[in-house]
């Protein structure tokens, strides 16, 4: 019954940066892969970066240059920091997590099908203006 709340989202000019945390409890947080997707109108969602068991990370590869993303052990949050945002930026932003093992640590934490429906927040909006 663990949830994932999403927070720090907001409105940005371009070449500005945020950060977003992910607050997470229970086993969501101590799991297989956690991790942060984004949605844009008319695409499909696609992930931006995870943290598997072992503290290794995968990046989207157009992302990897200007995101970062880290657990905060202190406050079982996944953090994701982006830098240079541009307006192909804009979107809402998931965490996700699989206490499961769906996914037992590699490119399918990446994966939207690896979660299940009710280990995603709702969700944080960032939107990048000119």
């Known amino acids: 019954q663990g949830h994932l709340v999403e927070s720090g989202g907001g409105s940005v000019q371009a070449g500005g940066s945020l950060r977003l945390s992910c607050a997470a409890s229970g086993r969501t947080y101590d799991a297989y892969c956690l991790a942060w997707f984004r949605q844009a109108p008319g695409k499909e969602r696609e992930g931006v970066a995870a943290v598997g068991a072992d503290g290794y990370i995968w990046y989207a590869d157009s992302l990897k240059d200007r995101f970062t993303v880290s657990k905060d052990n202190t406050k079982s949050s996944l953090e994701l920091q982006m830098n240079n945002l541009t307006a192909e930026d804009t979107a809402m932003y998931y965490c996700?997590?699989?206490?499961?093992?769906?996914?037992?640590?590699?490119?399918?934490?990446?994966?939207?099908?690896?979660?299940?429906?009710?280990?995603w927040g709702k969700g944080t909006q960032v939107t990048v203006f000119s």
């Open positions: 996700a997590s699989d206490p499961f093992g769906y996914c037992t640590g590699g490119p399918c934490c990446l994966v939207a099908e690896t979660y299940g429906a009710d280990y």
